[in-house]
């Protein structure tokens, strides 16, 4: 799991999924995925949930224009997104990339190829220049 992640982050996300693995459920705040919402998602490379935010993101935008009631619905959808990313980003992030292990195992790859998928498909650009830099 910490080859996905990477640099400085390793010790927030093992901590942080530690306690998800101990507590059994899916919430652990994330001010990152808060904060920021769909560019986490790009930047932990999570395009599925990016999306379905930017789908659902435009269909309620689109339903909004034909109510007058744009501003308030599309800052509500927002809000509501961005805090379900907080409250459940961990627990997205920890799950795609377990599914990913889960997967390369499935197909029987041996320990330096998920090592290497793990490494080149979850880690940033800025991961690996952090890692460069020091």
Do not use: C
């Not at 080859?3 to 693995?21: D, I, N, T």
């Amino acid at each position: 799991m910490e080859l996905a992640v990477g640099g400085h982050w390793e010790s927030y996300y093992r901590a942080r999924w530690r306690k998800l693995s101990a507590d059994g459920g899916p919430v652990s705040w994330n001010w990152s995925a808060f904060v920021l919402g769909w560019p986490w998602l790009m930047y932990r490379k999570l395009y599925w949930f990016y999306l379905a935010d930017w789908a659902v993101g435009y269909l309620v935008y689109r339903a909004a224009i034909h109510r007058m009631i744009l501003a308030v619905t599309y800052l509500g959808f927002v809000l509501a997104v961005r805090m379900l990313l907080g409250l459940f980003g961990n627990f997205i992030l920890f799950r795609s990339i377990e599914r990913s292990v889960r997967d390369l195992r499935r197909r029987s790859a041996t320990p330096e190829v998920i090592k290497q998928t793990l490494t080149s498909h979850f880690r940033t650009i800025a991961d690996k220049k952090y890692k460069l830099l020091g």
